[in-house]
């Protein structure tokens, strides 16, 4: 059982910048997919970014590619996601995933945190 702590979450202004933070339980944390999503307001949980197991090969969604960064650190078990240049659409409650294969923009994950909010005020 992986458990997955999410932080970093608040308000910023449109344009403003924040850094999201996910620290996971195990162990053998290299192993694993790790992602972000979000969910909005009435709206389903979408992909943001994903990072691979030991290459740190990263992923984006297009809304958020060029202004979000992804990154892990494998020994110490966290995964970041950088947030620029946001906007009012990035209001949403976002999380951490992770999963040991598969598709990493599939909402299938095997383990998620429990999400930290983000608005985003114009």
């Known amino acids: 059982q992986v458990q997955l702590v999410e932080s970093g979450g608040g308000l910023v202004q449109t344009g403003g910048s924040l850094r999201l933070s996910c620290a996971a339980s195990?162990?053998?944390?290299?192993?694993?997919?790790m992602g972000w999503f979000r969910q909005g307001p009435r709206q389903e949980r979408e992909f943001v970014a994903a990072i691979s197991k030991i290459r740190g090969t990263t992923y984006y969604a297009d809304s958020v590619k060029g202004r979000f960064t992804i990154s892990r650190d494998n020994a110490k078990n966290t995964v970041d996601l950088q947030m620029n240049m946001l906007k009012p659409e990035g209001t949403a409650v976002y999380y951490c995933?992770?999963?040991?294969?598969?598709?990493?923009?599939?909402?299938?994950?095997?383990?998620w945190g429990q999400g930290t909010q983000v608005r985003v005020s114009s």
């Open positions: 195990e162990r053998t944390f290299g192993n694993y997919i």
């Open positions: 995933a992770a999963r040991r294969g598969g598709s990493y923009a599939e909402g299938d994950y095997d383990y």
